[in-house]
């Protein structure tokens, strides 16, 4: 093993010298997504989404997968054939290839387990673990709100990921699974150092907004942005003179790309752990929150 | 991919040349263990166990599993600390690394769903399709009854399908997972063919015996052999020759393999379908059946 738990794939180094990146992702009715309330066919495109953004923040191509279901024994058929109609579009988008499966029947809810496999480009992985201080923190799309649809609609940046890693610098990236905090925060761990988020540019979702509205008393929009988590979107470490040209070029604007903007919202440092600077340069800590699972 | 699903694993080819066997089983409580009578120890061995049986029905060395699980929020840790203890020393004798996972707590039963990577032999992957008239069915083990305890602790035969595919001339092979008599009717599917089995020469476990004796209103030891599945032997379709050098020799009675006879126990057709063959020599269809998923 080359790389192995604690990044969003593990690397396998093969017998014949070839490198296999893998990653897996259980998703469960009730926490993942609401099956009384949602098509199927967006829960697939989910199950299978999450795992290629786990790819595309470790910059490797996805290139099988193999899907397991525990489906409720009534209605169980319809739907399974309803999630692969939602996942089926997804993994030809990205010539994905279904290698295999395991359906099981029971009494329980729904379940969908995927292991994805992936290759890394000759630029090699993109780890955690290689932020430097000074590098600028970039983040791909915008943040907050998922949960009102985006959690089950997103595009994993797989695209994106694979060109900026081959045609730029970039030092360490992650995809935002639980939150901006809270994945920045485990970036960081991995990297040994700190960060500073600038947190009035930090891009938020109008979904953000959104909640907000709908609930005055509730979070802010930007605490919605550092807290949701659920948007699939990239943080990356890039050195300052390549952020900089990454931000004038803003190559993911451009065709085949759907128009994902790069925006800087922040710098690496020595000093371990998070810290928010305000519109005033003050800076404070910045707590790392997010979805974790919670156990009694 | 060089071989998709209906086999015991997928075979991937990376763009590097290498090929990676990959294959994913679920488990849930009710169906394949139930929690509250188990020691989760014995679950987690079962979990691993079942992949490595999968590898091992393709002739792939094992290299690597990634371990998803939904764990019940009440208690979900300790479960998987002990299932952890289960499966450690499974991996370690097979020197399977644990490549990553993914830990969900919910409000439903235990899942555990395990995906394994392999590498085929020089020799090359193990197929189900390889079948031909006249080889011999060849199975390692005995079967029947594996419900009263074989099918948590059975060790999986990886190490014997790797002497064996590499030593022997093998044409095809198959664990049996959901019944003797269900997997070798999918064996002679893939391979386009039909199987004598000569009911007669089965090897019957002692649990089959039991079960009967409990039960004796119920199946035959014959019929438990033939229909209960889990027993995770592989059924090998070996020609004539090389079946009987291999019946001689009975490799997998020396060290280091722990004393697992070989049986002869009917022969490979060309005529589509299951039979059996009595004492008498007289033929009579073979309906294969095992456990097979139901949804209504």
Redesign the interface.
Known sequence: ?RL??GDD??I?R???????A?????L????DFVLRDTDPRRIGHKALAVNLSDLAAMAARP??V??????P?????EIAQQLYEGLLPLAEQHQV?????????????L?I?I?A?G?PTAAGPLLRSGARPGDRILVTGCFGGSILGRHLDFQPRVAEALHLQQQYELHAGIDVSDGLSLDLGRLVEASRCGAIVDVGRVPIAAAAHQLTLEQPAGPTPLEHALVDGEDFELILAVPPAEAQRLLVHQPLLEAPFPSVPLTDIGEFVAHPGLWQRDDQGRIHPLAPRGFE????
């Open positions: 093993m192995g738990p794939a593990a396998l093969l017998g014949d010298g070839g490198q296999c893998v990653t897996v992702d259980l469960t009715d009730g926490v290139l099988a193999v899907v397991a279901l525990a489906l024994r009534h209605g169980g058929l290839a279904i290698a295999g499966g395991d359906i099981n029947s029971w009494d329980g809810p379940v387990s292991t496999l290759e699972h919670s156990f009694r």
